[in-house]
């Protein structure tokens, strides 16, 4: 393993994305999509670096099938080596300085450039040569695992050979790399007198000049037929590598495809190999001039030289007319696919294709802003549309600041042809909303926000409606716990199927809390509740548990100084009631009984509409898995609060059980802001927290 350290130490490269495009899932795709994405220089370091190394590489490596007449190489050949090995050298000198790369691999790399560039044309320099083919590989796949991996370094040994051979063509001598060949003169003339003479002694040029053939008058030399399969070989395994990695790694769809920077990266790293090849190929064809039943035949394009039977050299491999500009053409197209591919690190990757039934994120670029793009269920007839950002300015046109960029208050979103549907903000939820009719089958949905749009391809199946309580009020929560099992999803596991809302119904362990906290709240004397319901069967079974639990209390719809708040509404019917009392607490106490909300509404649009609350958890919000949730879910999505609903679907994948018994939290304002990984930072809340600009932590003991 000792000799591939210097290798892996400059695995980077100038990289700018640590994705596995071996089986990533949505939420990787996603979160890779809208991270820190590398800048033009960086990309341009990086492409500099590989396109350099495969030159060099290629040059020195070719030796090894079309040594150099006593090791001395032409003049080109050279310059375009020693040209070579200074970007390079440049190249992986900046890259350390500005990235994380040791500073072994990079002394590995500058010396091995160099001393390729300086022994080319030898055989010596296929030493230096294997070692920069082995940086290539390792560099133009570090981004990868698995099989994507090893078609990476496929790539770059069929480049670095279609690069060095097609360079060493194009760059051949003009007298090593040209057939000449002799015309016969008119008769009579004293030239033909002594082709005459000549033809007494049996030599080959005299036979094939007689013949009218071709007769070479020196050696092909570097310019000669073996640089040809070489240069073919490696475009077509370079271009079998990126055909491969296309179907391996994506993009899975044809919108992204020819619609999207990765898609026609892609394609450009799998057709440009393959049209070098063909430009190689072509130069390869000599042209040639004879003489045939006394007349002189000339190939298209050759002079007629009769008259004066003066020697006519004809094109053939590495000649500047036509082969040698095709031979350059076929390098320097191969070292823009080599380009191509080597950009791909730098991408957002692609998004994955959508799945009827499956909830679709995907990521768009609109108005100058990357956004996150939720689409469930999938189905024909109604569906959400989740895209985050913020869509509560009070102007049309007003620029609203948020922690990913400034998104403008107007967007919309279309079905096909149909008209756009407005993207709005929901009371208790972050982000914007809209409910979209999507046609059976595959399609796409346009966003347009402030002045840019984009698509997402959408494919809705056959199967009939079944949008349920994810299109109605409670769809925000049922969004939260789609975002919540994506987070957690791990690579090879099957993608979260649209099923139930929470609001669907009651669970056994919320009803225990809530039958614990009413009980808690009638022991403390209070002797009236108001309780905020609404129409859902989780709140309607919830309501039920309540009276259940405190039979001998009076209810009230409205609000008095000595009630108890109790909440088992949705968010957006909670976040108006809680509104509405600390609207009143300021003209009157209010609810002095104490605030109490369900479980499931622990969530930022809910929890900061008050001064403080009591919910009862079987989670603790400041553990280091619900703080991880936290984070998880905002790099998924950004702007997307937690959510208790969203933190159980998490915590399905990671094994994490909730606790048996409910803990009383009180959440309430503090001025101790934390981030998601425990730091404090006092005056800038964490917009990933549970309560931002606060805290919510225990205040009782585990409850019976």
């Given at each position: 393993?000792?000799?591939?350290?210097?290798?892996?130490a400059?695995?980077?490269?100038?990289?700018?994305s640590?994705l596995?495009a071996?089986?990533?899932?949505?939420a990787?795709r996603a979160?890779a999509?809208?991270?820190?994405?590398a800048?033009a220089?960086a990309?341009g370091?990086?492409v500099?670096?590989?396109?350099?190394?495969?030159?060099?590489?290629?040059?020195?490596?070719?030796?090894?099938?079309?040594p150099?007449?006593?090791?001395?190489?032409?003049?080109g050949i050279?310059?375009?080596g020693?040209?070579?090995a200074g970007?390079?050298?440049?190249a992986?000198?900046?890259?350390?300085?500005?990235g994380?790369?040791?500073?072994?691999?990079?002394?590995?790399?500058?010396v091995a450039a160099?001393?390729a560039?300086a022994l080319i044309g030898s055989?010596w320099?296929a030493?230096?040569?294997a070692?920069?083919?082995?940086?290539?590989?390792?560099q133009?796949?570090?981004v990868?695992?698995?099989l994507?991996?090893?078609l990476?370094?496929?790539?770059?040994i069929?480049a670095a050979?279609?690069?060095g051979a097609a360079?060493t063509l194009?760059?051949?001598?003009?007298?090593?790399a040209a057939?000449?060949?002799?015309?016969?003169p008119?008769?009579?003339t004293?030239?033909a007198?002594?082709?005459?003479?000549?033809?007494?002694?049996?030599?080959v040029q005299?036979?094939?000049?007689?013949?009218?053939a071709a007769?070479?008058?020196?050696?092909?030399?570097?310019?000669?037929p073996?640089?040809?399969?070489?240069a073919?070989v490696?475009?077509?395994?370079?271009?079998?590598?990126?055909?491969?990695?296309l179907?391996?790694s994506?993009?899975?769809?044809s919108h992204d495809?020819?619609?999207?920077?990765?898609g026609l990266?892609?394609?450009?790293?799998v057709a440009?190999?393959?049209?070098?090849?063909?430009g190689?190929?072509?130069a390869?064809r000599p042209?040639r001039?004879f003489r045939a039943?006394?007349?002189?035949?000339?190939?298209?394009?050759?002079?007629d030289s009769?008259a004066s039977?003066?020697?006519h050299?004809?094109?053939?491999?590495?000649a500047?007319r036509?082969?040698r500009?095709?031979?350059?053409?076929?390098?320097?197209?191969?070292?823009?696919?080599?380009a191509?591919?080597?950009?791909?690190?730098?991408l957002?990757?692609p998004?994955?294709?959508?799945?009827?039934?499956?909830?679709?994120?995907r990521?768009?670029?609109?108005g100058?802003e990357t956004l996150a793009v939720?689409?469930?269920?999938?189905?024909?007839g109604p569906n959400l549309?989740?895209?985050?950002?913020?869509?509560?300015?009070p102007?049309?046109?007003?620029?609203v600041?948020?922690?990913?960029?400034?998104t403008?208050?107007?967007?919309?979103v279309a079905?096909?042809?149909a008209?756009?549907?407005p993207?709005?903000?929901?009371d208790?939820?972050?982000?914007?909303?809209?409910?979209v009719?999507?046609?059976?089958?595959?399609?796409?949905?346009?966003?347009?926000v402030?002045?840019?749009?984009?698509?997402?391809?959408v494919?809705t199946?056959t199967?009939?409606e079944?949008?349920?309580?994810?299109?109605?009020?409670d769809?925000?929560?049922?969004?939260s716990?789609?975002?919540?099992?994506?987070?957690?999803?791990r690579?090879?596991?099957p993608?979260?199927?649209?099923?139930?809302c929470?609001?669907?119904a009651l669970?056994?362990?919320?009803?225990?809390?809530?039958?614990?906290?009413?009980?808690?709240?009638v022991?403390?004397g209070?002797?009236r509740?108001?309780?905020v319901?609404d129409?859902?069967p989780?709140?309607v079974?919830?309501?039920a548990v309540v009276?259940?639990?405190?039979?001998d209390v009076?209810?009230?719809?409205?609000?008095d100084?000595?009630?108890a708040l109790?909440v088992?509404s949705?968010?957006?019917?909670?976040r108006?009631?809680l509104?509405?009392?600390s609207?009143?607490?300021?003209?009157?106490?209010t609810?002095?009984?104490?605030t109490y909300?369900a479980p499931?509404?622990?969530?930022?649009?809910?929890v900061?509409a008050?001064?403080?609350s009591?919910?009862?958890l079987?989670?603790?919000?400041?553990?280091?898995?619900?703080r991880?949730?936290?984070?998880a879910?905002?790099?998924l999505?950004?702007?997307?609060?937690?959510?208790t609903?969203g933190?159980?679907?998490?915590?399905?994948?990671?094994?994490v059980?909730?606790a048996p018994?409910?803990?009383?939290?009180?959440?309430a304002?503090?001025?101790?802001p934390?981030?998601s990984?425990?730091?404090?930072?006092a005056?800038?809340?964490n917009?990933a927290s549970?309560?931002?600009?606060g805290?919510?932590?225990?205040v009782?003991?585990p409850?019976?």
């Open positions: 393993m000792l000799p591939l350290a210097p290798l892996l400059v695995a980077g490269g100038g990289t700018a640590a596995d071996g089986s990533p899932t949505s990787a979160a999509a809208l991270g820190e994405q800048g220089f990309v370091l990086r500099a670096l590989l396109v350099g190394t495969a030159l060099v590489a290629g040059l020195a490596l070719v030796g090894l099938v079309a150099a007449p006593a090791g001395r190489p032409g003049r050279r310059v375009t020693w040209v070579a970007v390079v050298a440049v992986a000198e900046v890259v350390h300085l500005t994380d790369v040791a500073v072994l691999g990079t002394v590995l790399q500058v160099l001393a560039a055989r320099a030493l230096p040569g070692v920069l083919l082995g940086l290539l590989a390792v133009l796949g570090s990868r695992t698995g994507p991996f090893l990476d370094v496929a790539y770059a069929g050979a279609l690069l360079a194009a760059a051949a001598r003009r007298g090593s057939t000449r060949t002799r015309v016969a008119p008769q009579g004293l030239e007198r002594r082709s005459r003479e000549n033809a007494e002694a049996p030599t005299f036979a094939a000049v007689a013949s009218g007769v070479p008058d020196e050696p092909a030399g570097r310019g000669g073996p640089l040809v399969p070489v073919i490696g475009g077509l395994l370079a271009t079998a590598a990126a055909l491969a990695q179907l391996v994506g993009p899975q769809t495809l020819v619609g999207s920077p990765y990266a892609s394609l450009a790293a440009l190999p393959l049209l070098a090849v063909v190689v190929a072509v390869a042209e001039t039943g006394g007349a002189i035949a000339a190939a298209p394009g050759a002079h009769r039977g003066a020697e050299t004809t094109p053939a491999l590495g500047p036509p082969g500009e095709l031979a350059r053409i076929g390098a320097v197209v191969g070292g823009v696919g080599l191509a591919a080597s950009v791909l690190a730098a957002p990757p998004g994955p294709a959508p799945v009827p039934g499956q909830p679709l994120l990521t768009v670029a609109s100058g939720l689409v469930a269920p999938l189905r024909p549309v989740h895209v985050s950002g913020d869509y509560t300015a102007a049309a046109t007003t620029p600041a948020h922690h990913h960029g400034a403008p208050a107007t967007a919309t079905a096909g042809d008209p756009p549907v993207i709005t903000a929901r208790g939820a972050g982000g914007g909303w809209a409910v009719d999507l046609p059976p089958g595959k399609g796409t949905l346009t966003l347009a402030g002045t840019g749009s984009a698509t997402v391809p494919d199946g199967a009939p079944q949008a349920g309580a994810l299109v109605g009020p769809g925000p929560e049922c969004a716990a789609l975002l919540g099992d994506l987070a957690g999803q690579p090879g596991t993608a979260p199927e649209v099923g139930a929470p609001s669907d669970s056994e362990a919320d009803a225990d809390a809530l039958r614990a906290t009413v009980r808690g709240i022991d403390r209070v002797d509740i108001r309780l319901a129409d859902s989780r709140s079974q919830a309501a009276h259940e639990a405190a039979p009076s209810y009230s719809d409205r609000p100084p000595d009630s109790v088992v949705g968010w957006a019917p909670a108006a009631a509104d509405d009392a609207a009143r607490a300021l003209e009157t106490p609810h002095l009984g104490g909300l499931w509404l622990l969530t930022p649009g809910v900061t008050t001064a403080s009591v919910l009862p079987t989670f603790d919000p400041q553990d280091t898995r619900s991880n949730y936290a984070g879910v905002a790099a999505f950004p702007g997307e609060p937690p959510a609903a933190y159980l679907a998490w915590a399905r994948h990671e094994g059980p909730p018994r409910p803990t009383l939290y009180g959440a304002p503090v001025d101790v934390m981030t990984t425990g730091e404090h930072h005056g800038t809340p917009p549970w309560f931002p600009g805290t919510v932590v225990p009782s003991a409850l019976d």
